[in-house]
């Protein structure tokens, strides 16, 4: 059946490296978030309102619902932060028979700190301000039992993980 998986996790968890990882090992479509708000000019780590989120979201919807009729899985990278941001693209997703699991990236925050600090000293990426870190760490809401998930360890070798959730 198709899929919708929805990453999920927080800031600098990885999400992006393994999103990109799963969408080439399955050969599905990859829908980023943060691509999106780049060609708009915004960048979530320096902190963006609700109402340009909010854009950004839609326009995530508009590319799910241009890809759906490939009937291709599809990759969607965000950090999916709470638990109707997830229905809302469950929902989605389902409306074109597609079967949605969260991937959900089990990272300490104290990784997650390490991670900004270095990124901060040799940028390969943009930073996220330490108050959105702060902020999501208050409010992030991890998927629920009645929400199929696969969980990645950033301590798991990718390629096994791969293996272990998606060979048949």
């Not at 799963?22 to 990859?30: L, M, N, R, S």
């Not at 943060?34 to 995530?60: Q, Y």
């Not at 925050?109 to 208050?138: C, F, G, L, S, Y």
């Amino acid at each position: 059946m198709k899929q919708l998986y929805l990453l999920c996790g927080m800031p600098f968890s990885g999400k992006t490296t393994l999103g990109k990882t799963v969408a080439k090992y399955i050969t599905a479509f990859y829908i980023s978030l943060d691509e999106i708000n780049e060609t708009r000019g915004l960048f979530g780590g320096e902190g963006i309102s609700i109402e340009e989120w909010e854009k950004t979201h839609h326009l995530a919807m508009k590319q799910l619902k241009e890809i759906v009729p490939s009937q291709k899985d599809i990759i969607l990278d965000d950090t999916n932060c709470f638990r109707w941001l997830r229905d809302r693209f469950r929902d989605l997703a389902a409306q074109y028979g597609y079967q949605t699991t969260l991937i959900f990236l089990d990272v300490p925050v104290a990784d997650i700190e390490q991670r900004i600090r270095a990124n901060d000293r040799t940028p390969t990426r943009h930073t996220v301000k330490p108050e959105i870190v702060a902020a999501m760490q208050q409010t992030f809401e991890p998927p629920q039992a009645d929400e199929k998930t696969l969980v990645y360890h950033p301590h798991q070798p990718m390629d096994i993980w791969l293996e272990q959730n998606f060979d048949s």
